[in-house]
């Protein structure tokens, strides 16, 4: 079946810093992949979309590259700012490609 | 134009009772996703439908959930004669017809079964 796995343990890093988040999925052939942000209370929040073949995406501080033979998504933050901390969920579109699948989000802390 | 808009965004309910979740999608959306995320979980997908029908409710459970999407008004989760383990955050989220399908999610509604 389809799995989507981020690391589940929390990313604490000093402000300044890059901060890089992985994606790895299974039993997919996306025809693209969206990363969103969580913050407490809230919903997610749409960042970025970066199609198969697209190597790398870049939007302000924010970088995503999509490795299809890797099966693998990094998604970087540099110059990072407290303001940065909250959940970064990666998704996929299902095979049917009518619905996005998450994974479990992980979550950033950036410390001043 | 309006976000998408979930209310209420706190629901209190006694075990038994039935809780009515309401989704208004953006404007110009024709598809509607709705999710439950328990504390320290991810996203869980339920049910995804357009207009009049339900196109995919693979993550609903069987019993106690209903969903609808009718023509006029807006997008309503219900569940029947709820539990405490119902007790978690409800997304909806909607996107304009097309893909790539970027959803655009709302504030969420926070049920509480007491």
């Known amino acids: 079946s389809q799995k989507i796995e981020q690391n589940s343990e929390a990313l604490n890093i000093q402000e300044g810093k890059t901060a890089t988040l992985t994606c790895n999925y299974t039993n997919y052939s996306p025809a693209y992949l969206q990363w969103y942000r969580q913050d407490p209370g809230r919903g997610p929040v749409f960042l970025l979309l970066?199609?198969?073949?697209?190597k790398e995406k870049r939007k302000e501080r924010l970088k995503v590259t999509f490795d299809t033979t890797l099966k693998q998504s990094l998604f970087h933050i540099t110059a990072s700012q407290p303001a940065d901390s909250a959940t970064y969920l990666c998704?996929?579109?299902?095979?049917?490609?009518?619905?996005?699948?998450f994974g479990g989000g992980t979550r950033l802390m950036v410390k001043p | 134009n309006a976000g998408v808009m979930q209310n209420p965004r706190h629901l209190v309910r006694r075990r038994g009772q039935e809780a009515r979740l309401r989704c208004s999608p953006m404007k110009g959306h024709s598809h509607v996703y709705w999710y439950r995320q328990l504390p320290e979980e991810g996203l869980k997908f339920m049910v995804y439908l357009q207009k009049e029908n339900i196109i995919d409710e693979s993550g609903m459970p069987k019993e106690r959930f209903s969903a609808e999407f009718p023509k006029e008004g807006p997008s309503i989760l219900r569940i029947q004669q709820v539990v405490r383990g119902d007790s978690a955050a409800y997304f909806c989220?909607?996107?304009?017809?097309?893909?790539?399908?970027?959803?655009?999610f709302g504030p969420g509604t926070r049920l509480t079964v007491t």
């Open positions: 998704a996929l579109p299902s095979n049917a490609g009518n619905m996005l699948t």
């Open positions: 970066i199609r198969e073949n697209e």
């Open positions: 989220a909607s996107s304009p017809t097309g893909s790539p399908m970027v959803e655009y």
